[in-house]
């Protein structure tokens, strides 16, 4: 803990000096960022840092595997599915960009052979299951192609709930799909029309 103290007495002492304003501005006016991203909970992968933004910015959720469970009924103590209500619902947000990335241990956790014991792991990452059975037959790097399907897999997942469905057909809200190369810091972006991943130049 103690180089985290000593991280933020830096912040204060260097950083809050210029952010102060914004701040004092967001706590007076309300957060009203454009951007909610769905990102791995990797500490490789941090949003604001990859897309140079600032707070306020982004409202981030953070998951193992960068995903979102299927709507589903009957209560229960859904976080992720929280989040995107109040992205969508309250905040009004104009985009959700999933965000995925090389080397995800979520995704390598969901390919491993290993005795499946029912962990909260093994039931989050079994929301790959349906990604794990579209890349069966596919040649290339497993692990990638998981890593590419579970952005696909969250887009699905999001256009599923209701409150989705009605803000892209009344508001336009997109829904849109990016990974992230931890080695090289490279960004491939989701072509909504062809489906594809293309390089961001
Ligand atoms: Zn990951």
Known sequence: MDHLIEGYRRYRDERWPQLRRLHQDLAKRGQAPRVAVIACSDSRVDPSTIFDVGPGELFVVRNVANL???FE???GRHGVSAAIEFAVK???VDTILVLG???C???AHA???HEHDGSFLDMWVSLLEPAKARIKD???DPATLLEYESIRVTLENLRTFPFVQEAIAERGLKLAGARYGVADGALEVLDP???AFAAVT
Do not use: F, N, V
């Open 68 to 70: 979102a469970p299927p």
């Open 73 to 75: 009924e009957g209560g």
């Open 90 to 92: 309250r905040l009004k």
């Open 101 to 103: 990335h090389a080397q």
């Open 105 to 107: 241990g979520g995704c």
């Open 111 to 113: 390919l491993a052979e």
């Open 138 to 140: 596919s040649t290339g």
């Open 193 to 195: 029309q062809t489906g």
